[in-house]
C-alpha cells in the first residue's frame, strides 16, 4: 500500500491559485471516484474539505476545488489566504478495499 | 458529531494497549468507523476501517495481524486493540466516521508513545 505521490511544498502569494497533485495507480485515485482532501493546521486534528473528486462539505469555501485526470487528482485554492497556509492531504479508495493517504504538501502562503 | 479517543501512553516495544472512542451525535449503528495515525512531524496513515454492522473489517499492511478494531453498538463506541508494538507505532492515532470512503469526522486524537 504506496502511499499517493504529493509534492512536499507549494507555494503563492496572497489573491493567487495554487493547484497540489496526488498521483496514485490505476488501481486507487484512477479506477474510482472516492478521492477526498483534508487540511490540517499545526497542532490541530485534518478537516475535510473535499469529497468525490469534486464536491465540498457545507461550510466549506468555494476557493477550495477538486479535479481528477487518469491517475491523477488535484485541488485548487484560489484567491490564496493566510490563513490557508497548512498541511493538505489527499485520500483515495483502493481496489484492495482499503483507503489510502497522500504524503501530504506543505502551502506556504507569501 | 463528537469523537473523543482516549487509552493513548507510554509503553514498552512489544507491549499492548487499547485505544477508545466514544461518539456522540451520529446513527452509530450505521456509521463505518476508522482509525487513522500520524506519527510525529509525518503524514497521515490509514490504520483500518470497520462497517456499521461490525461484520466487515479491513486493514493496512503495516497493522495486519497486530492490530484489531472493534465496536461496542450498547456503548457507541469504537476501539483499537494495538498489540506487538514497536518503536515506530509512536503517533498520535485519529477515530474519523468514514462516509462512501471519506474521512468526514475526526477526533483531537491520543497520544501512543512505544519506548524503552
Known amino acids: 500500500q504506496s502511499a499517493l505521490t504529493q509534492p512536499a511544498s507549494v507555494s503563492g502569494s496572497p489573491g493567487q491559485s495554487i493547484t497540489i497533485s496526488c498521483t496514485g495507480t490505476?488501481?486507487?485515485?484512477?479506477?474510482?471516484?472516492?478521492v477526498s482532501w483534508y487540511q490540517q493546521h499545526p497542532g490541530k486534528a485534518p478537516k475535510f474539505i473535499i469529497f468525490d473528486v469534486t464536491n465540498r462539505p457545507s461550510g466549506v469555501s468555494s476557493r477550495f476545488s477538486g479535479s481528477k485526470s487518469g491517475n491523477t487528482a488535484f485541488l485548487t485554492i484560489s484567491g490564496l489566504q493566510a490563513e490557508d497556509e497548512a498541511d493538505y492531504y489527499c485520500?483515495?479508495?483502493?481496489?484492495?478495499?482499503?483507503?489510502?493517504f497522500g504524503g501530504g504538501t506543505r502551502v506556504n502562503v507569501l | 458529531v463528537q469523537l473523543v479517543e482516549s487509552g493513548g501512553g507510554l509503553v514498552k516495544p512489544g507491549g499492548s494497549l487499547r485505544l477508545s472512542c466514544a461518539t456522540s451525535?451520529?446513527?452509530?449503528?450505521?456509521?463505518?468507523m476508522t482509525w487513522v495515525r500520524q506519527a510525529p512531524g509525518k503524514g497521515l496513515e490509514w490504520l483500518a476501517f470497520i462497517s456499521g454492522a461490525g461484520d466487515h473489517t479491513m486493514y493496512a499492511d503495516s497493522v495486519t495481524g497486530r492490530f484489531i478494531i472493534s465496536r461496542d453498538s450498547a456503548h457507541q463506541s469504537v476501539s483499537l486493540q494495538l498489540n506487538s508494538l514497536r518503536v515506530e507505532d509512536t503517533a498520535t492515532y485519529y477515530c474519523t466516521t468514514l462516509h462512501y470512503h471519506a474521512f468526514n469526522f475526526w477526533g483531537q486524537g491520543t497520544l501512543v508513545t512505544v519506548s524503552s
Open positions: 485520500s483515495s479508495y483502493t481496489r484492495r478495499d482499503t483507503e489510502v
Open positions: 490505476s488501481s486507487d485515485v484512477g479506477a474510482f471516484n472516492y
Open positions: 451525535g451520529l446513527r452509530f449503528d450505521i456509521q463505518w
